[in-house]
């Protein structure tokens, strides 16, 4: 499916949790996982590099969550040899096209950029287009 019209949901939220912010998902009560060798929520959860886990993340869905993502992806190209940079984001609502346009853009003239009616869903797509545009 084309990353600028997958709806927000479940399944953007796990390619945002493991290409943008490298979680990986740990079924129920598995052991060792990680490392951490305790049992995890019976719904499974997202271990995150630290060894703690995360069980309600939906950043496509709801803005504090989209929001924990902006720092990752500025924070992943300032420090990579894709020629980095300072990076910002700019988020922008376009109210000719009734919709929400992010922009991720470093000092070095790399963009990347999403839309989407939602601010949370525009987010997460920008996100996600940076993640596997820079693999």
Not at 72 to 84: F, I, K, M, T, Y
Not at 109 to 124: F, G, Q, T, W
């Amino acid at each position: 499916m084309d990353i600028d019209t997958m709806p927000a949901g479940p399944e953007l939220d796990a390619l945002v949790a493991t290409d943008v912010m490298g979680w990986k998902w740990c079924l129920p009560y598995e052991e060792n996982i990680g490392g951490v060798g305790r049992p995890y929520p019976s719904t499974g959860a997202w271990l995150l590099p630290d060894g703690s886990y995360q069980t309600n993340f939906r950043p496509s869905g709801y803005i504090a969550a989209a929001m924990e993502i902006i720092h990752p992806v500025l924070d992943s190209r300032n420090a990579s040899d894709h020629g980095g940079g300072m990076g910002s984001v700019s988020m922008v609502w376009n109210p000719y096209e009734v919709r929400w346009e992010v922009e991720f853009t470093w000092s070095d003239n790399y963009r990347v950029k999403a839309v989407a009616k939602d601010l949370p869903l525009a987010i997460s797509r920008a996100a996600y287009k940076y993640a596997k545009e820079t693999e």
